[in-house]
Each structure stands twice: as structure tokens, then as C-alpha cells.
């Protein structure tokens, strides 16, 4: 499946092959929470802005329109129409933010919908069968969330969980796998590693869930509020516990900025709503930082958003016009600023997969780490 072709230092360079088709690495997957990207972007428009994974959630799809429903339709790539490679998060995330009550215990989590109040409950087996339904090309084991900072006892019984029920997950994905009417019988399964902000903790989860033998890993339940550098410090030590020969995934971030400090310290796969979620307030990425697209000083700038960038938007569409969109509330806006903003992280890493092909990621680094958390300057 994952097949490490070079690395730079800790940073890496590979390939991830999958029953759906191979993906490059460092990646980042684009975010259709519900089967669409937000911002009124489908799969297709996807396919143009140079994805190569598609992430969706199971809480999402399971509450609507229903993950059986998605299954009759033919999975996700029947009723998305996205051909390439799928993750599913698992929907633990979503069952400790989104939900209004909710109970943890051993057997699983009972809680309401945040839709429309109704009882759910979900636990390791259902949210595999759920992701089963789904069809996707990989599965995220359903783990408990808990709060940055959590108290030390807590956060431990809680890595203790989370374990107990990886194993359930991995036992009953066994099982459904071998199931003559599965949708993708070759479904994948990552666990991941929690621990809140305790370094003893993550590391010590790290090295008891790798023991699984995996096909994958993600360090989970961060970018959650705690301090950039807390982040990076957690990184630094899970990374050095986690398989070399397994591809890692960091779940929910972050920043253009974020990502190549994270492939620096050995991350190879990604995502975040960020991308989308700000391009829709007006604010983008460019390779001369962060811009604010409503500001007055773009009012009359005839350039594109970004002038080094090829995305549709910027090939057909000045400043001063997407600006007018959003200051008039036309939809259109939104939809110009995240095909921009997808277009750049997808590029954003193509360019550091090129950069370590030749050896020269620590000088791309050394550039644009800084500049890319930037504000923008001419």
C-alpha cells in the first residue's frame, strides 16, 4: 500500500497505492463533508483542481441522507461521481463537537443529532459498518475526542479506549470485508493516536497501536485550539514511534504554513476545512501570503488573486471583481475564492513533492514556511 520512495532529513516522499488508484505523497485531501465541497464545488470541479483523495464524514452521511441510501446508490464514488481514492473519518470528531447530549460508554457513544435531536447511537462496529455502506477506499477508526488541555487521568483513560475499540474496528472491518455483498471489499483501516497534549501519552499510545500492524496511522486531536508550537512539539515526538513503512496522517490541519512544517517532521497526508471554509469568508492563500479579498485596496486591481497561480479563477477573474461578488453576496464569490484556494494547497504540494524528487526541500522550507502564514505584501 504505502511505498516510501525518498526522504530529505524526516520529511518524506511517497506513493500509497489503493484499490481505487495511487495517490502521491505528502497529500492533501479535499473536505466534501456531506458528499460536496463547501462552496457549491462537486467532484468533477475536484478533478480539475488536481485532488487526488476525496474525505467525507460518516456522522454527516450517516444522519443525511443516510448511509444506506448512499450505499444503494453505489458508495460514494456512485453517488458523488468521484472516481479516484476515499476517506471516511470515522464520525467520532462530529459525535463530541456537534452533539447536544451525549453519554460515553464502553460499548459506545449515545447521543442526539444535531439535526433534528433523534437518539443515535454509535460505536466501533456501527461506525465500520457505516463506512462500509460508504464504500471508501479507507476507513478511520472511531476513537474518542477529548478537549486540549484534558486532565492527565482522563486523557490516559481515554487513550486506553480508544485502543480497546481500534481493536473492535479492526476485527469487525475483517469481518465486513469478507462479506460477498461489501461495496469495497479491499476497504483500508487507519487507527489513530490520541493522548490530548501529554507526550508520555501519545507516545506510549503511538507504540501500542502500531503493534496492530495497521494500514495506516494518523495522530488525531490536534489543531483543536492548543498553541502552533504545542502541535509541532507533539509531532516531533509521535513521528520518530510511528511505522516508517506506514503512511502518517495528520488529521485536520491546518495552514499552508502548517503543512510544509508538518511534512518537515515526517507528515505525509492531510486535511482541513480551512481552504474552503475561508475562502468563503474572502480570505485566500498566495505564494506572497494570506489576502483578504474585501479590502478596499483591491477595489480597481485588474491582476489575478494570486499572479503565480494557473487556477481557473485566476486565469479568467481580477481582484477587483471577486471582491465586487463578495461585497454584493453573489454566491459566485464563494465558489471563485475555494476553487482558488484548493487549486493552491493542491499545488502547494505538488510543489514540495517536486522539491524533495530533487533534493532541495529544506531551501522550499526556508522560502515559504514563513511567508505562507504571512499577510500578503506586494
Known amino acids: 500500500m504505502f511505498e516510501l520512495l525518498k526522504t530529505e532529513g524526516i520529511a518524506r516522499r511517497g506513493v500509497f497505492h489503493t484499490v481505487h488508484g495511487d495517490f502521491q505523497t505528502p497529500c492533501f485531501m479535499n473536505v466534501a463533508t456531506a458528499g460536496a465541497i463547501k462552496g457549491a464545488l462537486s467532484a468533477y470541479d475536484l478533478d480539475e483542481l488536481k485532488c487526488q483523495v476525496m474525505l467525507c464524514n460518516t456522522y454527516h452521511l450517516h444522519v443525511r441522507p443516510g448511509d444506506q441510501i448512499v450505499r444503494k446508490m453505489g458508495g460514494l464514488q456512485g453517488f458523488t461521481g468521484w472516481k479516484k481514492p476515499t476517506l471516511t473519518d470515522s464520525g467520532g470528531f462530529q459525535v463530541f463537537s456537534l452533539a447536544k447530549l451525549r453519554k460515553i460508554k464502553e460499548e459506545g457513544v449515545y447521543f442526539q443529532s444535531?439535526?433534528?435531536?433523534?437518539?443515535?447511537?454509535?460505536?466501533?462496529?456501527?461506525?465500520?459498518?457505516?463506512?462500509?455502506h460508504l464504500g471508501s477506499t479507507i476507513a478511520m477508526a472511531f476513537d474518542e475526542c477529548v478537549e486540549n488541555p484534558a486532565p492527565y487521568l482522563y486523557a490516559a483513560q481515554s487513550c486506553a479506549r480508544t485502543t480497546r475499540w481500534l481493536k473492535r474496528c479492526q476485527t469487525e472491518m475483517a469481518r465486513l470485508n469478507s462479506l460477498s455483498d461489501t461495496l469495497n471489499p479491499h476497504q483500508l483501516l487507519f487507527g489513530i493516536n490520541q493522548g490530548s497534549t501529554y507526550g508520555d501519552l501519545r507516545i506510549s499510545h503511538m507504540q501500542e497501536i502500531a503493534e496492530l500492524d495497521l494500514d495506516g496511522y494518523a495522530i488525531g486531536g490536534l489543531a483543536v485550539g492548543e498553541p502552533t508550537e504545542v502541535m509541532y512539539d507533539i509531532i516531533d515526538q509521535v513521528a520518530p514511534h510511528m511505522p516508517i513503512h506506514k503512511i502518517r496522517y495528520l488529521m485536520g490541519v491546518g495552514t499552508p504554513a502548517n503543512l510544509v512544517e508538518a511534512v518537515a517532521r515526517g507528515i505525509d497526508l492531510f486535511d482541513c476545512v480551512m481552504p474552503s471554509r475561508n475562502a468563503r469568508h474572502a480570505t485566500v492563500f498566495s505564494w506572497k501570503g494570506i489576502m483578504h479579498l474585501t479590502n478596499r485596496c483591491f477595489e480597481t486591481d485588474d491582476r489575478p488573486i494570486d499572479e503565480q497561480c494557473?487556477?481557473?479563477?485566476?486565469?479568467?477573474?481580477?481582484?477587483?471583481?471577486?471582491r465586487h461578488l463578495f461585497k454584493a453576496g453573489e454566491q459566485l464569490a464563494g465558489r471563485l475564492a475555494v476553487t482558488h484556494n484548493l487549486w493552491f494547497y493542491n499545488t502547494l504540494m505538488e510543489r514540495m513533492r517536486e522539491a524533495l524528487d530533487q533534493g532541495t526541500f529544506a531551501q522550499f522550507r526556508a522560502q515559504y514556511s514563513q511567508i505562507l502564514g504571512s499577510a500578503y505584501r506586494e
Request: aromatic share 10%.
Open 114 to 132: 444535531h439535526i433534528d435531536g433523534h437518539r443515535i447511537f454509535m460505536g466501533p462496529e456501527e461506525s465500520m459498518q457505516i463506512q462500509s
Open 310 to 322: 494557473d487556477c481557473p479563477t485566476c486565469r479568467r477573474f481580477s481582484r477587483a471583481y471577486v
